[in-house]
């Protein structure tokens, strides 16, 4: 009788182990679950704000007023340089002298130089300046400024272009179209990669 009490004990702690083992797999299943819901509302991706450098030199202000006279400079090429340098030095007023500059310069090429320099870091900063000449009245601004914010891979990038697809000028809407189809194309894939990592089985062993 004492040899069928044991065997019952043990038999009654087997299931209560079994039971709580299913209990934790279902804990831990609700849990996975909660985390790939979380990851898959951040799958979209993302523009920093602003890219900043620790080990960026600091001009007197002396010299930051000096550059800041001369975007306003006769000669085109000075006006571009300050302008560059001040947006390097990442000067608390560079976007507003951008905007300022985009709607008071002349020359084209100036504008289409802006908007390189700008192009070349993916910010929400960058992009938004970039978006800013596309109010401009110059068509060669308008074309390049769709042109470069093909490669701004955030769902802000489409309706920052979307205005431009009401032009008055063929050729930017139909370099707004090609972006935002690009962004578009770009965004689908990052949510298609996103999405196969966070539900592809992760492999418990690394092999070199």
């Known amino acids: 009788m004492f040899r069928g009490f044991i065997i019952l004990l043990i038999f009654i702690g087997a299931i209560y182990l079994f039971m709580n083992k299913k209990k934790q797999e279902v804990i831990e299943k609700q849990k996975l679950e909660e985390i790939k819901k979380q990851e898959i509302k951040e799958i979209d991706p993302t ?87 596309l109010k401009n009245y110059d068509k060669d601004t308008k074309v390049k400024a769709c042109e470069v914010l093909g490669d701004f891979v955030d769902k802000e990038t489409i309706d920052l272009l979307t205005p431009a697809l009401k032009d008055y000028d063929e050729e930017v809407k139909s370099k707004a179209m090609d972006s935002i189809k690009k962004v578009r194309k770009l965004i689908e894939q990052h949510r298609e990669h996103k999405l196969k990592e966070i539900f592809e089985p992760k492999p418990i062993f690394k092999v070199e």
């Open 47 to 133: 523009l920093p704000e602003d890219i900043k450098s620790d080990y960026m030199l600091n001009f007197s202000k002396n010299t930051i007023e000096t550059l800041k006279n001369l975007v306003s400079d006769t000669n085109e090429n000075i006006r571009f340089s300050a302008i560059e340098l001040l947006w390097q030095l990442k000067d608390k007023d560079i976007p507003k002298i951008i905007k300022k500059s985009f709607d008071n310069e002349t020359e084209s090429s100036v504008k289409i130089k802006i908007i390189d320099m700008l192009s070349k870091e993916k910010t929400k900063l960058s992009l938004h300046l970039i978006a800013y000449a």
